[in-house]
T-cell receptor, first 112, second 114 residues
């Protein structure tokens, strides 16, 4: 069973702080890794993808991938109340084409 | 259209009835995916179509679920003899089909089985 695990939260941070979201996956052959944001009652939207070990930065967001330890994380700097949402980690397992296996998501709450 | 569209947006049905959910992907996207999301849960992969290849049906929870994609575009997900545990939001997504490509999600169909 290919699994993606996330802490459900809620993760609460004050405005301006760094939010750190973590995800582990079971399939060592996984190829691509995605972070989606989902506001309540809405569809997921892509925040970042990463497929090489190391860090990838995009604005206030940094994705970190460590394939040896099978984890991927998302850092949100200068968190804003508008960042309050559920963050879904998704993985493309080996041999699965491009279908995604999602974690259950971490709920982030940023207080002003 | 500009994005992925799904219909209906809401569907209420009685246990035992069949339902059909429709997805219209972004024009030119070769890959189409169906997921479902139960209350408070993550997305569960159901099935995906890539071009003219045979669909990957490995996520379908039972043989009551089936899907087809006509002409490489519109897809229909059919649930036969619906059960209460089928109640969920059914999300369709499409992409260009490459591993690193973003999957664009439709607004979903909320299915309620009474």
């Amino acid at each position: 069973q290919k699994e993606v695990e996330q802490n459900s939260g809620p993760l609460s941070v004050p405005e301006g702080a760094i939010a750190s979201l973590n995800c582990t996956y079971s399939d060592r052959g996984s190829q691509s890794f995605f972070w989606y944001r989902q506001y309540s009652g809405k569809s997921p939207e892509l925040i970042m993808f990463i497929y090489s070990n190391g860090d990838k930065e995009d604005g206030r967001f940094t994705a970190q991938l460590n394939k040896a330890s099978q984890y991927v994380s998302l850092l949100i700097r200068d968190s804003q109340p508008s960042d309050s949402a559920t963050y879904l980690c998704a993985v493309t397992p080996a041999g699965a084409g491009t279908a995604l296996i999602f974690g259950k998501g971490t709920t982030l709450s940023v207080s002003s | 259209g500009a994005g992925v569209s799904q219909s209906p947006s809401n569907k209420v049905t009685e246990k035992g009835k069949d339902v059909e959910l429709r997805c219209d992907p972004i024009s030119g996207h070769t890959a189409l995916y169906w997921y479902r999301q139960s209350l408070g849960q993550g997305l569960e992969f159901l099935i995906y179509f890539q071009g003219n290849s045979a669909p990957d049906k490995s996520g379908l929870p039972s043989d009551r679920f089936s899907a087809e994609r006509t002409g490489g575009s519109v897809s229909t997900l059919t649930i036969q003899r619906t059960q209460q545990e089928d109640s969920a939001v059914y999300l369709c997504a499409s992409s260009r089909g490459l591993a690193e490509d973003e999957q664009f999600f439709g607004p979903g169909t909320r299915l309620t089985v009474l």
